[in-house]
């Protein structure tokens, strides 16, 4: 199993421009996440998905859009881009609600707009 | 609005020593905790999960609860100049849609050899 994987690993983006990060696991999770990190930061939720075709936004889902039209696949759209959306960007999936399912993560989109 | 406080450090600790890590949360009624840890460059891995008071024990990491005081601990004996990364406190929250997770902005650890 390849797990959680991203693309692409690292973009730079002029403002306004718009684009979608690709995130795609295997491991049949109803659960996915988008998370931002910005430097010597936590992660801030950005939007999960429970399953395919529903979606919720999370902490900090100004800017952005997401989709779930399939288990596997969960892109994260960019639409207008920003300095402030400069950061990286985690994709994550669960597999379930319950507390003890882990959420596994993937390598990280490391996005600059400049 | 919840929040997850932890002390952003550095902690530097020489090897073989404890360290202690502490993170405070906002909402009375959380019930789940994590500890993930962060190498550089790298993504998030879980480390502990703790949903009762107390202490649980993994080899070297013990997590710590205190639901009436608010605070989650990890502690880590034996350190080891490998345990050198952020340390990220996370409690999970629940709403109508499903359940996700709300981060500290982490604990960067220094062990020392």
């Known amino acids: 199993n390849a797990g959680v994987t991203q693309t692409p690993k690292f973009r730079i983006l002029k403002i306004g421009q718009s684009m979608t990060l690709q995130c795609t696991q295997d491991?049949?999770?109803?659960?996915m996440y988008w998370y931002r990190q910005d430097p010597g930061m936590g992660l801030k939720l950005i939007y999960y998905?429970?399953?395919?075709?529903?979606?919720d936004k999370g902490e900090v889902p100004n800017g952005y859009n997401v989709s779930r039209s399939t288990t596997e696949d969960f892109p994260l759209r960019l639409e207008l881009a920003a300095p402030s959306q400069t950061s990286v960007y985690f994709c994550?999936?669960?597999?379930?609600?319950?507390?003890?399912?882990?959420?596994?993560f993937g390598p990280g989109t490391r996005l600059t707009v400049l | 609005q919840k929040e997850v406080e932890q002390n952003s450090g550095p902690l530097s600790v020489p090897e073989g020593a404890i360290a202690s890590l502490n993170c405070t949360y906002s909402?009375?009624?959380?019930?789940?905790f994590f500890w993930y840890r962060q190498y550089s460059g790298k993504s998030p891995e879980l480390i502990m999960s703790?949903?009762?008071?107390g202490d649980k024990e993994d080899g070297r990491f013990t997590a710590q609860l205190n639901k009436a005081s608010q605070y989650v601990s990890l502690l880590i004996r034996d350190s080891q100049p490998s345990d050198s990364a952020t340390y990220l406190c996370a409690e999970e929250f629940q709403d109508q849609a499903g359940t996700a997770l709300i981060f500290g902005k982490g604990t960067t650890l220094s062990v020392s050899s």
């Open positions: 994550a999936s669960s597999a379930g609600a319950h507390s003890y399912n882990e959420q596994f």
């Open positions: 909402d009375r009624g959380s019930q789940s």
């Open positions: 998905s429970v399953g395919a075709g529903i979606t």
């Open positions: 491991m049949n999770h109803n659960y």
């Open positions: 703790i949903y009762s008071n």
